[in-house]
DNA sequence: CAACGATATTTGTTGACACAACTATTGTTC
DNA sequence: GAACAATAGTTGTGTCAACAAATATCGTTG
């Protein structure tokens, strides 16, 4: 069974490591789930970061957030959330105020029309996930997170233990 | 344990869909474990998408392969192979040729001093993947290899059915 | 309250990537 | 063997993302 992804490469021997077969079975499915996305975004004029970025103001509400948390609470972070909110407000689904309180933060919030274009693409990225995970049993998909999350965990401490420790190859 | 990405994110609520959160760990755990590759290959004037290039050139040493096997071999299928080739030829790593055979064919190949950039990079590399799943059993990563195809399998599958039939969404 | 460092965002620039139109070559059909 | 479709790459164009420098505001310290 290990042997599918050789096949798919067109590799003849098997692999050197499998930590590395790992690796590239995440990449592999990880393109392959998120293009199915990514097309269903892009037909409705928004890329896959606008559409997390906009999820997340959905899960603020009304009080808005900072661009800073934005960053930090999207999937892949990004360090350019102005441009992207820039975006979004040229297209209508979020507006943009300076904070009373602290007037270097700037506040974003979901517009009606934001929430509408999202409310729009519920139904389909749901069903998405969902066919993209049917046949997993309850089971399956816990062993799955748990893995995923275990492999995180790794290279996050790993990442840590770089900054403090020793940096080689510069 | 399957909270601990509801507290990454700072979700208050449980998920709405186990096949959703599998998706966003999913999504997480590639980008926390590419990041640190993107760094290295950066530190070595590469991106993912030439790092990939190179190693597949390397994987057909010296007759070489035609643009589009290598648009197609790569982790994530790129149109593009024309400048990606470009760069790695000014970097001085590859050289172009047309092809005697069938002259719309351009057969490009990996130099001597791509070799030695690949070569540098192979212990690194490994280095780094082994750390990021350190801990996991070799029946662990099994299993883990095996969901991650599964679930490419599905999501292929879905995508040759939009292809034959129904487009919804246009 | 003036100065200093820290924080939040913007902007400039540069490089990568995506989609589509274009050219060159091959294979096929009449 | 001339016309036509199919294939392989290239180029044009616009969008997106990354890194760094600049700006504005805040908190603190003397």
Redesign the interface.
């Known amino acids: 069974?290990?042997t599918?992804?050789q096949r798919e490469?067109?590799?003849k021997k098997p692999f050197?490591?499998?930590?590395?077969?790992?690796?590239?079975?995440?990449?592999?499915?990880?393109?392959?789930?998120?293009?199915?996305l990514s097309r269903?975004f892009r037909?409705?004029g928004l890329t896959d970061a606008k559409y997390n970025a906009l999820r997340i103001l959905r899960?603020h509400g009304q009080p808005g957030v900072a661009c800073q948390t934005i960053g930090a609470?999207m999937?892949?972070?990004s360090p350019d959330v102005t441009r992207l909110v820039d975006g979004l407000i040229r297209a209508g689904l979020a507006s943009r105020e300076r904070d009373g309180e602290d007037r270097r933060v700037v506040t974003v919030r979901i517009t009606a029309e934001g929430l509408e274009a999202l409310a729009a693409l519920d139904g389909?990225v749901?069903e998405?996930?969902?066919?993209?995970?049917?046949?997993?049993g309850?089971d399956?998909?816990?062993?799955?997170?748990?893995?995923?999350?275990?492999?995180?965990r790794?290279?996050?401490e790993?990442?840590a233990a770089d900054e403090s420790g020793a940096g080689?190859?510069?």
Chains 1, 2 share one sequence.
């Open positions: 069974m290990s599918s992804l490469i067109g590799k050197e490591d499998p930590s590395v077969e790992a690796f590239l079975n995440l990449a592999r499915t990880h393109a392959a789930l998120t293009g199915e269903l037909a409705h899960g609470e999937v892949v972070p389909p749901l998405i996930h969902r066919r993209q995970f049917r046949g997993f309850a399956e998909l816990t062993e799955l997170n748990r893995l995923l999350v275990k492999a995180r790794r290279s996050e790993g990442r080689a190859t510069e």
